[in-house]
């Protein structure tokens, strides 16, 4: 942990030699962590400073979250409202793991609580791409999730 306060330091000290402005080295960082998380975690370009906004149509409207429960004699998709749509949002945003097992909890939680079987939570976070030939839509899985409610 010691070695970033080190490295931040060089940094400062490097960009103050070349007269470079902190609003500018703020932006700038912003842009290259947008950058990044949006290609390694699938965080939507609209999300995490914007930088991405313009140039994508990969927005909420082009995203989608199914949930599925499943136990011993039951499998059936669910309709989320409430906080737990709430949640689901976010999730499309930035499909986290934190968020995941957030939204597997309290799903099941609210199955149980109304009296329902809940062994698993199967969350799908959808984005719907199209086609560069014919512009036809087609839904492309970008994370799959399991919360076990057993090993919980």
Same mark, same amino acid.
């Given at each position: 942990?010691?070695?970033?306060?080190?490295?931040?330091?060089?940094?400062?000290?490097?960009?103050?030699?070349?007269?470079?402005?902190?609003?500018?080295?703020?932006?700038?960082?912003?842009?290259?962590?947008?950058?990044?998380?949006?290609?390694?975690?699938?965080?939507?370009?609209?999300?995490?400073?914007?930088?991405?906004?313009?140039?994508?149509?990969?927005?909420?409207?082009?995203?989608?979250?199914?949930?599925?429960?499943?136990?011993?004699?039951?499998?059936?998709?669910?309709?989320? *409202?409430?906080?737990? *749509?709430?949640?689901?949002?976010?999730?499309?945003?930035?499909?986290?793991?934190?968020?995941?097992?957030?939204?597997?909890?309290?799903?099941?939680?609210?199955?149980?609580?109304?009296?329902?079987?809940?062994?698993?939570?199967?969350?799908?976070?959808?984005?719907?791409?199209?086609?560069?030939?014919?512009?036809?839509?087609?839904?492309?899985?970008?994370? *799959?999730?399991?919360?076990?409610?057993?090993?919980?």
């Amino acid at each position: 942990m010691w070695v970033l306060p080190l490295i931040l330091k060089k940094t400062i000290a490097i960009l103050e030699s070349l007269n470079v402005p902190l609003p500018t080295v703020v932006v700038l960082l912003v842009g290259a962590l947008q950058i990044y998380l949006t290609s390694t975690t699938n965080l939507m370009p609209w999300k995490g400073g914007g930088f991405g906004m313009f140039p994508t149509i990969n927005s909420s409207l082009h995203r989608y979250v199914r949930v599925f429960v499943s136990a011993p004699k039951r499998s059936e998709e669910i309709l989320l *409202r409430g906080e737990l *749509r709430r949640l689901a949002a976010r999730i499309q945003a930035f499909p986290a793991e934190l968020l995941l097992k957030s939204l597997g909890r309290e799903i099941a939680a609210e199955q149980h609580s109304r009296g329902l079987p809940v062994e698993a939570v199967h969350i799908e976070i959808w984005r719907i791409d199209f086609a560069r030939s014919d512009l036809e839509p087609r839904s492309r899985n970008l994370r *799959r999730f399991t919360y076990d409610v057993g090993a919980q």
